[in-house]
């Protein structure tokens, strides 16, 4: 068939006014470097959502499109220059943001992102950790983590926050973080060292001298000096500059607060502030953690909040940009 159904984007806003379900959207067809796979999963991220509404600076370039990047699925049909991968080969990847293809039957994905599922993982655990976990592979790289190394994860049961903890862990780091006392248990089986309740007054006093501060919440530079080491060479990562939507105020709040961060790590006693946007293309990511995941010396923890038909896709969009999901 030339046809597929798919929750196609129409316009940017509400999900369920600009989301529809299309019985006979066009099948897309591979080109060179390309694979066309069947799709068995497909997961919803933050990112997702902030495209899909318009609230992203790189937001969806043309419309309509089919959204979703975090894909799992079997392989169809291979394009010409295709040299790693097999009709019948079971995969997922991050695609690139936009059209991705997701919410649709089948999609098209350049080769070079994709890696062979886990076969430890299910189709749905495979589409659930693609995004999150290159996010913080890239942000622990950039912070430079090395053995040893003391390192605070703000928001330790988020997506970005839990791989967080296995990677750094994985890399013989002490690692603290911040969770509510009933998802405590969560961030241990990740791995985490000492797990702090955020909900109760002055829970970073006790903190101190770490190497590495990662904020996968936003608002994380107020307690940045009272938890980081006071020495320049201290970092500083954040995936999340601010909570709450692109507004003016929120945007010249966070280049100012920047700004002076960057005059301080000039001093002996300032830390390297850093601001990681996830990169797709950078495949270096997804194959390390694919690694992860494939050793069986590890146990990788992967937490799946809730699943939804295709035809709820709107409704899926609304829990995430809404709620508070787990994992």
Known sequence: SNSMRAVVLFKQGPFKQGMKLVEDHPRPSPGTGEVLVKVHAASINPADYKHAMGAMPAGVRSLPAVPCSDISGVVEEVGASVTNLSVGDEVCVMAEFGNAGGCGEYAVVKESLMVKKPARLTFQEAAAYPLVAITSHQALERANIQKGDKVFIYGGVSSTGMWAIQLAKHKGCYVATTARASKAALATQCGADLVLDYTKPNWEKDLKDFDVFYDCVGEGLQFADQILRPSNTAR????????????????????????????????????????????????????????????????????????????????????????????
Do not use: H, W
Request: net charge negative.
């Open 236 to 327: 500083f990562v954040s995936i999340a500059p601010f909570r709450g939507g692109m507004t003016f105020s929120n945007v010249a709040r966070f280049g100012l607060a920047v700004a002076y961060r960057k005059l301080c790590s000039f001093l002996p006693s300032g830390f390297t502030y850093s601001f990681v946007m996830t990169d797709a293309l950078n495949t270096k990511s997804i194959r390390d953690v694919t690694d992860y995941i494939n050793d069986p010396n590890n146990t990788p923890v992967i937490k799946i909040d809730s699943e939804y038909p295709l035809e709820q896709t709107a409704d899926a969009f609304e829990k995430v940009a809404t709620g508070s999901p787990l994992g």
